[in-house]
């Protein structure tokens, strides 16, 4: 994982605010996030996260069949981000596929699922998957509940045809009622550079409506989740740990609460990273990891949502 120098405490977003001191964390749940500085771009993020996997794995660079970014929001719009970490690699003329999946905060989510088919089918041995998002630089102040809640980061893996069982199941589900819930309208062809700089002002911030994402995930996240943990044939109890995306620290409670999951088994680490988007899926797996709660040979269950609205997880064997 990759975590910017900055580091900024609740405290100070108390007193952006005028709030009362500790006013976030008694309302979010957040003592603290991470702010990538200037030079601390999402492909720098990924990069160092990146090396850091491929080490652990004990593999080079070169190795790589595959390199897939998971980005919620990608670096530039052309060429993709996989592409500058490609190049940060020293890969530039290694001709390894490159190329960038995007479902929002549930994009590592969505990666995985495709390098571990490309690993099944035979089409690949080694893939990297990184996930990196800067929330920081797309933040609408005048929205608290919003801007007070995200911060940055990036967290990589390695994937190898030889880890076993590998995905038990895998499920995705998108609707498109709760599309307006969260949007970032700029960035694509519907508002582009020539248009009036006002307009653009407007359209390059996150803007969400929380409650309407919560209501509609709330009613079809349990039989969701049922019909994942059925397909994979397990139980809670057979789980090592539970890592959900990261949204807030009262989502994970309410969320928790309605879908019967055990709170001992999840992994949290919304309070000292905020919401970093795509990368707060494997981030918090990378705790899982490090902190010796997910042990290799174990299972995890992941588990999110994301702009659309959409519901992805995967029950894994690490």
């Keep these: 994982m990759y975590l910017p120098q900055q580091r900024l405490a609740s405290s100070a977003i108390d007193q952006r605010f005028g709030w009362a001191a500790g006013t976030t964390e008694r309302r979010y749940g957040l003592a603290a996030r991470h702010i990538a500085g200037p030079e601390e771009s999402t492909s720098m993020m990924a990069t160092e996260a990146a090396r850091q996997a491929l080490e652990v794995a004990g593999i080079r660079a070169g190795d790589l069949d595959l390199i897939l ?9 052309i060429p993709s981000t996989a592409t500058l970490v490609q190049a940060r690699l020293g890969l530039g003329k ?11 905060c549930l994009s590592f989510v969505q990666a995985l699922d495709l390098a571990a088919m490309r690993i099944a089918a035979g089409r690949a041995r080694r893939v990297l998957v990184f996930s990196a998002d800067i929330a920081s630089v797309g933040l609408d102040w005048s929205e608290p509940d919003t801007a007070a809640i995200f911060g940055d980061g990036a967290a990589a893996v ?33 508002y582009g550079g020539t248009r009036d700089p006002e307009l653009l002002d407007r359209t390059n911030v996150f803007h969400m409506d929380g409650q309407t994402a919560f209501r509609i995930a709330a009613r079809y996240l349990p039989r969701f989740l049922r019909a994942l943990m059925d397909e994979a044939g397990v139980g809670y109890n057979d789980l090592a740990c539970i890592v959900p995306h990261q949204a807030s620290g009262p989502a994970l409670d309410h969320g928790l609460e309605r879908l019967g999951i055990p709170p001992d088994k ?28 997910l042990q290799r040979g174990e299972l995890a269950l992941l588990i999110g949502t994301s702009a659309g609205l959409s519901l992805g997880g995967m029950v894994v064997r690490c």
């Design 158 to 190: 390695v994937l190898g045809a030889d880890a076993g069982e590998g995905v038990l199941a895998s499920r995705f589900e998108t609707y498109s009622e709760g599309r307006a819930a969260c949007v970032l309208e700029g960035g694509g062809t519907r």
């Design 266 to 293: 999840v992994i949290r680490t919304f309070g000292q990273l905020g919401n970093q988007i795509a990368a707060s899926i494997p981030n918090a797996l990378h705790h899982a990891i490090t902190s010796g709660r």
């Design 69 to 77: 970014g998971a980005c919620g929001v990608m670096e530039q719009a």
């Design 94 to 104: 290694s001709g390894i596929p490159s190329y960038d999946v995007n479902a929002t």
